[in-house]
């Protein structure tokens, strides 16, 4: 069997990508229900059930790794892919089997090869960084290496959470990928060398306990860290003894008032749901939170 464009992923973001594309797809590759519960994806979708409702044909694996899949690779033929929320390496012996290579995104806020590795979006809003390059480009088997198919930039402003800069991310890569099939279907695709002008560096894998807030931290630092790992992921976090304060939503309240009577993490004040926590440089006014534990005036998180 022979497979034109094969979009691979795992997430509400690979099916918002397919509705877009789903004409000028051959194949979907997903995971199966087991693999999506055993491997807590953040942002998972049902990739499996839309592309089935929607008459796409489906290759749904049970190893997220797609080491144990050489058969089905091996026996058919394709043309073109396209990575979308898959958060695995694909496997050379997978990669070589596309005649015109398999394609997926990752933005680094300085431009690749800088801020390759895990979660870069999370990152540059975690280290303050104002701009994101959405780079679509062609896999090697070493982890953000390819050649390049096109640059775009966008910003991250102070407003941003992850939520707007991955609906920002979306939009570049519906036009970029539009641009990439078009290119496919006219023979056309060209490709350029990643810059030589910056250092390569990788950004590490993040995990839920990573979300834990250090208080002696600066107020912006706190902020950016709340809104790079809000909803889809696990949240950053304070503790108020065992239970765990789950914070989605936070915004710098005041550093000109007098909260110096106050101690690092007590909170300042409840007021219609919301309460205001002292830090080191200033206060947080907490939106949107989750806790076990009812929360008071007076009590200090740590």
Not at 22 to 36: A, E, I
Not at 86 to 94: A, S
Not at 175 to 196: C, G, P, T, W
Request: net charge positive.
């Amino acid at each position: 069997m022979k497979y034109k464009v094969v979009f691979f992923g795992v997430k509400k973001s690979t099916i918002s990508l397919l509705k877009r594309f789903k004409d000028d797809v051959d194949l979907v590759v997903t995971v199966s229900d087991k693999v999506r519960k055993e491997c807590h994806i953040s942002g998972d979708g049902d990739v499996h059930s839309y592309a089935i409702e929607n008459n796409l044909e489906c290759y749904s694996v049970d190893d997220y790794t797609l080491k144990n899949c050489k058969a089905f690779f091996e026996n058919n033929e394709f043309d073109i892919g396209i990575c979308y929320g898959w958060q695995r390496i694909i496997p050379e012996f997978i990669l070589k089997k596309f005649k015109y290579g398999v394609f997926g995104t990752h933005a680094s806020p300085l431009g690749l090869p800088y801020g390759k590795g895990r979660s870069p979006l999370n990152w540059s809003i975690i280290r303050g960084f104002n701009q994101v390059f959405f780079n679509l480009f062609k896999y090697e088997l070493k982890a953000d290496s390819g050649m390049i198919y096109s640059t775009i930039k966008f910003e991250i402003n102070r407003w941003d959470t992850i939520k707007s800069i991955k609906m920002k991310d979306l939009i570049v890569t519906r036009k970029q990928v539009l641009k990439l099939i078009e290119d496919y279907k006219n023979d056309s695709i060209e490709l350029y060398s990643q810059r030589d002008d910056i250092e390569e560096t990788f950004f590490l894998k993040r995990s839920p306990k990573d979300g834990k807030i250090n208080l002696n931290f600066s107020c912006k630092e706190i902020y950016n860290l709340i809104r790079a790992i809000s909803k889809p992921f696990p949240g950053a976090f304070l503790m108020y003894k065992d239970s765990k304060i789950i914070i989605w939503e936070a915004v710098p309240f005041d550093n000109q008032l007098d909260f110096s009577d106050y101690k690092l993490g007590e909170i300042i004040e409840f007021i219609d749901g919301n309460f205001i926590l002292k830090l080191v440089d200033g206060t947080l006014l907490v939106k949107n939170f989750e806790c076990e534990k009812k929360l008071r005036k007076g009590i200090i998180l740590k």
